[in-house]
């Protein structure tokens, strides 16, 4: 299974760059499917980026193309998520989670996640 705790939330300005980190756990992490999401107040969760853990098949929300990128280091069983040129409209809760099955596409790709864990907060602010 995947405790999936999500970390390196925090406060930045517009423009800026940090970096997230989510930790998993399990002996099967080469079946993998990685994914990030978000949820500000208010609003419905969506889908952020997820990446396959073997093969290294990506995939990314309109939203965050070509600012944010995913990656996993398979010796630590972590996966990253590095988002630049952040805007206010990136601030929300940001989640980690783990798919035993598959990845169900942008639309549904909660609905394959079998595991979920707890966020961090990313606020991008002046």
């Known amino acids: 299974r995947c405790s999936c705790r999500a970390s390196g939330g925090g406060l930045v300005q517009p423009g800026g760059s940090l970096r997230l980190s989510c930790v998993a756990s399990g002996r099967a992490f080469a079946n993998y499917f990685m994914g990030w999401f978000r949820q500000a107040p208010g609003k419905e969760r969506e889908f952020v980026a997820a990446?396959?853990?073997?093969?290294?098949?990506?995939y990314y929300a309109d939203s965050v193309q070509g600012r944010f990128t995913i990656s996993r280091d398979d010796a630590k069983n972590t996966v990253y998520l590095q988002m630049k040129n952040l805007k206010p409209e990136d601030t929300a809760q940001y989640y980690c989670?783990?798919?035993?099955?598959?990845?169900?596409?942008?639309?549904?790709?909660?609905?394959?996640?079998?595991?979920w864990g707890k966020g961090t907060q990313v606020t991008v602010s002046s």
């Open positions: 989670a783990a798919s035993l099955r598959g990845f169900y596409g942008v639309a549904r790709a909660a609905d394959g996640m079998d595991y």
């Open positions: 990446i396959r853990w073997n093969g290294g098949r990506i």
